[in-house]
């Protein structure tokens, strides 16, 4: 529970605690704490897992990143209820020194915490082989997300027609030469132009790279 990470290791080989805080993008991390650097215990109440865990800090969220699966299923797991601990010792322990109740409640929990606070739910990813939880907890604030996305379709429509008025004057162009005079990139070019299409304003004639583009009818 409280060992030193060299006996820690003597016994479980495969142990490692991973810290990383990410506040500025042009660099690796700006703080990292591992159970190996040597100047601390490195243990976490005698943490035990097959394979490591690793927490990362970016400037707008937290992503904790858990070896093996869901026990009880995602669905379960986000309803609470029902509790089955990998290590039962070690949640005997905590419950001992009053941060464990083995209710089942712990996700639950900070879904609920995030819900009050306003920010975007917590999002759970599933990886197997090997097997890996992923937690990821934002700060990004609903209407905030909900803005953001009403500018991309802003965006999206005056890009639109920015192509019908190209279109328009230059007749059948290529995707790299729409690109360019938009100055959007060609795969994001090519996505608004199938929306076009789709849409029923825009048609394309040819394959690959000779395929070009051209109002409908016109």
Same mark, same amino acid.
């Not at 190209?166 to 199938?194: P, W, Y």
């Given at each position: 529970?409280?060992?030193?990470?060299?006996?820690?290791?003597?016994?479980?080989?495969?142990?490692?605690?991973?810290?990383?805080?990410?506040?500025?993008?042009?660099?690796?991390?700006?703080?990292?704490?591992?159970?190996?650097?040597?100047?601390?215990?490195?243990?976490?109440?005698?943490?035990?897992?097959?394979?490591?865990?690793?927490?990362?800090?970016?400037?707008?969220?937290?992503?904790?990143?858990?070896?093996?699966?869901?026990?009880?299923?995602?669905?379960?797991?986000?309803?609470?209820?029902?509790?089955?601990?990998?290590?039962?010792?070690?949640?005997?322990?905590?419950?001992? %020194?009053?941060?464990?109740?083995?209710?089942?409640?712990?996700?639950?929990? %900070?879904?609920?915490?995030?819900?009050?606070?306003?920010?975007?739910?917590?999002?759970?990813?599933?990886?197997?082989?090997?097997?890996?939880?992923?937690?990821?907890?934002?700060?990004?604030?609903?209407?905030?997300?909900?803005?953001?996305?009403?500018?991309?379709?802003?965006?999206?429509?005056?890009?639109?027609?920015?192509?019908?008025?190209?279109?328009?004057?230059?007749?059948?162009?290529?995707?790299?030469? %729409?690109?360019?005079?938009?100055?959007?990139?060609?795969?994001?070019?090519?996505?608004?132009?199938?929306?076009? %299409?789709?849409?029923?304003?825009?048609?394309?004639?040819?394959?690959?790279?000779?395929?070009?583009?051209?109002?409908?009818?016109?």
């Amino acid at each position: 529970m409280f060992g030193e990470e060299y006996r820690i290791l003597y016994e479980y080989p495969e142990y490692f605690l991973d810290y990383r805080e990410v506040l500025d993008p042009s660099i690796r991390w700006t703080d990292r704490i591992q159970s190996s650097s040597g100047d601390w215990t490195g243990n976490l109440f005698d943490f035990f897992v097959a394979r490591g865990i690793v927490i990362r800090k970016d400037m707008d969220k937290i992503v904790i990143e858990n070896p093996g699966y869901i026990r009880t299923g995602k669905e379960q797991m986000l309803k609470g209820g029902i509790s089955d601990p990998r290590n039962k010792a070690l949640m005997k322990m905590f419950n001992m %020194i009053g941060i464990g109740e083995r209710a089942g409640s712990g996700v639950p929990d %900070i879904y609920a915490v995030w819900d009050l606070q306003g920010w975007e739910s917590p999002s759970v990813e599933e990886q197997y082989n090997p097997d890996r939880t992923i937690l990821t907890l934002t700060f990004i604030k609903k209407q905030a997300e909900k803005e953001k996305a009403i500018g991309k379709a802003a965006k999206t429509i005056e890009n639109k027609n920015r192509i019908i008025t190209f279109l328009q004057e230059a007749g059948s162009s290529k995707a790299a030469d %729409i690109a360019m005079h938009i100055g959007l990139s060609s795969a994001r070019t090519r996505v608004i132009l199938s929306e076009l %299409i789709d849409e029923g304003r825009v048609q394309a004639d040819g394959n690959g790279r000779s395929r070009r583009y051209c109002l409908l009818n016109y």
